[in-house]
């Protein structure tokens, strides 16, 4: 072999598995078989490959060759292979001139067919290669590639290729210890993980970073910092001298199969968005017009020569491993393209957000998932030369800012939107452009609110105002103008944090603002806010004639959009009301809304007023009226295609067909509401509705699709406000599955039901579904299983001091101690007693550690192990000697006096004497126990009920048990 196993070999534990299973058989012995790894330069490819081939050289009694085969004819390979096999025994080909492929074939497969080999075509670039495989069913082949697509040529079939990825991080890092040393990485970590993030955890760069610095007293943090610039990061990834150990030289040797124009698409990818881009936008960075010569000559080639990877989100789109785009971007600046390709992804995205495709709602996906190279684009934009700037410039910037505000809102990208509004102040901060800075802290201010960074918000706002005073520029009305908007997003800001008187002013002076300048469009827009806020404060009076101004103001510069609102929100005011002449206006109301809406084709407020007007109905409980309203606006929404407001209004729909007790339509209403619901990630609707269906399933006796639903909800538990009602459902679903004997379906029930109560920690209901779990597995008879869910529920009972609970787990497993003792499993009865001991010993309960210690010397004595008896019996007296004070009671558990723990299971007064009796279910299953307030006395007996756990001394009278004394457990 050229190259040695690497000592510092680290990772790949399923590749190596999976050549494993792909080269031996079970038996561990040699199968006829092909291997195909493939990966980028660097990736440790031929290292895999060797330490595979060291670990298991035993399996290769005949040897094992490898050779370098790219750039070299098929027969100068073949004669290389057969030369290396055949060089102890004096034979030799000697020809070296090329006699092509049929003659290299033959060699081949006369010298290994027949040999107990393991051969390494490394680094392979030709599907000719193909020709010298060595036939017969004795010799395995491992070809490593950069190219993705070889091993599909050679016939390898898919689940013998295996593409290789980075390290894992914590892989890399066990590397650089290896390399490094395990003090010195340790003292570091922080700059290592850097590093190791730095470079992407490619083999390569971290084996050349380890011996660059291992003979040196340099700081890992220093060479972080030099890494940290990307223009020379590559040149410090190379050993002088070693072109082995050479980063440049290694992706040089994928470059080498590009033609030139290939190079090119390469280099100007690189200023795409470095977490991932589309086909378009590397298409529109390289000035491609052709979407085929674009997926086809560049994308896909480039993909297959491992240059670029498939991202991990979205389909058709590409990310450079890190040091890849470096090398690239360098590429780009070499030959002058960097500023090209910049200026034409820029400009690309300007004129895609300025296009009306961005108006269809199936494009905005696209777009979001693009955001990072909107963003870069935004920057470009900035970094132009100010001083050539005309106000068109300006207003063009903001235009494109104003763009992408719905992409941020929608998508929550709101640290990357205040990133960006920071960047645009700053520059028109350098142009001293006082104006845009207004504008743009006001956009920053909104996005920190949605971030929730309320502090932060209110003093940009502020600092705003502050700039807005100093603004000479503007005029009067426009000043007043600019301000109402620094108001609104004030007023919104303090909704947000709860602050609604404050909230208030805020919108009472943005409305003065606005009637002063006559700015109706925003006076109806505040009107709405105000009025909304002020019924919320219970200021009925107030909300109702903020509402009617609102009509009026809209009516008045006919804005019907407004109007339609208006309207209902004044009918949703009346909806509330306990006035019988409001409420029936209410229905006029919304009619009117719907009416005004569809006029103008405002089908969101068409949508709008439907569910008012069928929820208006619903209260009415006017089902039938109800039902028309919510099937027209399903009708329209379906038309418009609006799937969000679809969902909702089948989720209406099904839930009046469950009052109406129309259980299959509201199931299958339902079924198409949870399943849009979850297709356009509204995700606390499905889980509303999902609860819904669930119960529906359960009531009409199908528990299947009552699971399915309910763990559908579990999936989605994070968007679950209360999850009680679900833990018992999911309780209830166990325990019919149970009766019926449905393991399967019992098991998911209630280890969905306990996933639920560690992440809410309910530790009561969780120590009930640890009973049933453990009822379940006894069923089942899966006895181990069923043990470790009684123990658990022990331990839980202890923890939370549940002694009803754990009363209940202990006759559980005393239950399956019986068992085991029938079936005279006497070992695994033994552990069960030791592993209860070990419980009780944790939480300090020194009762139940005295009785099962009794109850294991027993057992050894049973067995004959009388020395580990004697042992067990000592220990026990010994806490039975500590207990004695604390319960005042004289105990021997080998000779004389018995203590039980037990429950109250009975209690009642004997009407002859007054006197209370009653009886304890003692935790061992052993008959139960009766006491008599006369024989131990009225002080204890007042303090038992029903439930209470309690330690008795007990004897024996004619064959019943009596109670002696008896000690409440706290």
């Known amino acids: 072999m050229p190259q040695l196993d690497e000592p510092t070999f680290t990772g790949r534990e399923a590749e190596l598995k999976q050549l494993e299973e792909q080269l031996f058989n079970q038996s561990g012995s040699r199968v006829c078989s092909i291997v195909g790894l493939s990966g980028g330069g660097g990736i440790g490819k031929t290292t895999l490959a060797y330490h595979f081939a060291t670990i298991h050289k035993d399996k290769f009694p005949d040897g094992v060759i490898g050779f370098k085969v790219d750039g070299k004819n098929l027969y100068e390979i073949a004669r290389k292979f057969v030369n290396e096999c055949l060089k102890f025994s004096g034979e030799k080909v000697d020809s070296e001139e090329d006699q092509g492929a049929e ?18 075509f490394d680094g392979a670039v030709d599907p000719k290669i193909r020709h010298l495989r060595p036939g017969g069913n004795l010799c395995s082949v491992i070809i490593t590639t950069r ?53 992407g955890c490619l083999p390569l760069a971290l084996q050349i970073t380890g011996k660059g610095l291992r003979d040196t007293s340099q700081r890992l943090a220093d060479y972080r910092v030099l890494l940290q610039q990307e223009r020379t990061r590559l040149s410090l990834l190379e050993v002088w001298g070693d072109e082995e150990l050479n980063m440049t030289a290694s992706l040089n040797i994928s470059l080498e199969r590009l033609s030139q124009d290939q190079k090119d698409f390469f280099a100007c990818c690189s200023v795409c968005a470095e977490d991932g881009f589309a086909w378009q936008t590397a298409a529109a960075a390289a000035g491609c017009q052709n979407e085929v010569d674009a997926r086809q000559k560049y994308l896909k080639v480039l993909s297959n020569l491992s240059l670029l990877n498939s991202a991990e989100t979205g389909d058709n789109r590409f990310v450079f491993h890190t040091l890849v785009r470096v090398y690239a971007r360098n590429l780009a600046e070499e030959n002058n393209l960097l ?64 763009k992408l505000q719905p992409l941020f809102e929608e998508n929550g ?65 426009k000043y007043k103008k600019r301000k109402a908007k620094l108001l609104n997003v004030l007023g919104i800001i303090f909704q947000k944090q709860g602050k609604i ?69 004044l009918g949703q005011l009346f909806m509330s009301s306990r006035q019988f002449s409001q409420f029936k206006a209410a229905k006029r109301l919304f009619k009117q809304q719907i009416l005004i809406a569809q006029k103008i084709q405002d089908w969101q407020g068409v949508l709008v007023g439907l569910s008012c007007l069928g929820r208006f109905f619903q209260k009415q409980r006017k089902f039938q009226e109800a039902q028309i309203t919510f099937e027209t606006a399903i009708k329209i929404s379906r038309a418009k295609n609006r799937y969000l407001e679809l969902s909702s209004f089948l989720n209406h729909l099904g839930i009046l067909l469950k009052e109406k007790n129309k259980s299959d339509e509201a199931i299958s209403v339902l079924e198409e509401a949870a399943t849009l619901s979850l297709n356009f990630g509204h995700n606390q609707r499905a889980v509303g509705i999902y609860m819904i269906l669930g119960g529906l399933y359960r009531s009409s006796g199908d528990f299947d699709n009552a699971l399915r639903c309910f763990l559908s909800v579990v999936k989605l538990k994070e968007y679950l406000k209360h999850s009680n009602d679900l833990i018992q459902s999911l309780r209830g679903l166990a325990q019919e599955f149970h009766r019926k ?33 453990g009822l379940i597995q006894l069923s089942n008879k899966r006895i181990f299983e069923s043990q470790d869910a009684f123990e658990n529920e022990i331990l839980v009972a202890l923890d939370i001091n549940d002694s009803s609970q ?31 001991i070990v419980i009780f010993h944790k939480y300090n309960s020194q009762v139940e550690v005295v009785i099962t210690l009794n109850r294991l010397g027993k057992l050894l004595e049973k067995q004959g192990k009388l020395a580990e008896a004697q042992q067990v019996f000592e220990q026990q007296a010994l806490i039975n000697q500590e207990l004695r004070d604390q ?43 009766h006491f008599n307030e006369k024989f131990v006395g009225s002080e204890i007996v007042s303090k038992l009920t029903k439930g209470t756990v309690v330690l008795v001394e007990w004897e024996e009278k004619s064959g019943k048990f009596y109670a002696k004394r008896i000690e409440v457990m706290e």
Request: proline letters at 2%; charged letters at 30%; hydrophobic letters at 45%.
């Open 413 to 477: 990208y709101y640290e990357k939107a205040i990133k960006l509004m920071k960047t645009f102040q700053s520059w028109a901060e350098e142009a001293k452009d006082w104006n845009a800075v207004v504008k743009y802290q006001m956009h920053e201010a909104r996005y920190l609110s949605l971030a929730e960074k309320f502090e932060e918000a209110e003093k940009i706002i502020k600092e705003a105002a502050t700039h807005l005073k100093n603004l000479k520029s503007l005029s009067y009305s």
């Open 103 to 120: 003659k290299a074939a033959i060699l081949m497969q006369e010298t290994f067919a027949h040999r107990r080999m393991l051969l390494i």
């Open 806 to 836: 754990l009363a209940i787990g202990l006759r559980s497993l005393n239950g399956l101690y019986d068992r085991l003792i029938k079936k005279s499993n006497f070992v695994d009865a033994e552990n069960l007693l030791k592993r209860l």
């Open 887 to 929: 319960f005042q009671i004289s105990t021997n558990l080998k000779k004389g006096k018995m203590l039980k723990v037990g429950v109250i299971v009975f209690i009642k007064q004997n009407e002859k004497d007054n006197l209370l009796w009653g009886r304890i279910a003692p935790n061992d299953q052993s008959p139960h126990i």
């Open 741 to 773: 004997r449905k393991f399967e379906q019992a098991l998911d029930a209630v280890n969905a039901m306990l996933s639920l109560c560690l992440a809410g920690n309910q530790k009561k209901s969780l120590a009930i579904g640890y009973h049933r779990l």
């Open 147 to 199: 190219n993705r697509e070889l091993s599909a040529f050679l016939g390898i079939p898919s689940e013998a290729t295996i593409d290789l990825d980075p390290l894992p991080e914590e892989k890399a890092y066990q590397l650089l210890e290896k390399i490094l040393g395990l003090e010195r990485v340790k003292a570091e970590s922080e700059a290592a993980y850097e590093i190791i993030r730095l470079v």
């Open 501 to 569: 008187e404050k909230a208030i002013r805020a919108f009472k002076e943005q409305v003065v603002i606005g009637e002063e300048i006559g700015d109706d469009k925003a006076l109806c827009i505040t009107y709405s806010r105000l009025g909304k806020l002020l019924l919320s404060q219970g200021q009925v009076e107030n909300a109702q004639k903020v509402f009617e101004r609102e009509i009026e103001v809209a009516s008045a510069i006919q804005d019907f959009f407004e109007l339609a609102i208006a309207l209902g929100n």
């Open 339 to 402: 500023a090209i390709a910049q200026e034409r992804h820029a400009k690309f995205f300007i004129e895609w957000l300025q296009s009306p495709e961005l108006e269809n709602i199936e494009v905005i996906p696209e777009v979001a998932e693009s955001l990072d190279d909107v963003i870069l684009a935004a920057q470009w934009l900035q970094n132009q030369n100010q001083e050539s700037l005309t106000e068109q410039d300006k207003k063009e910037r903001y235009e494109f800012i104003l």
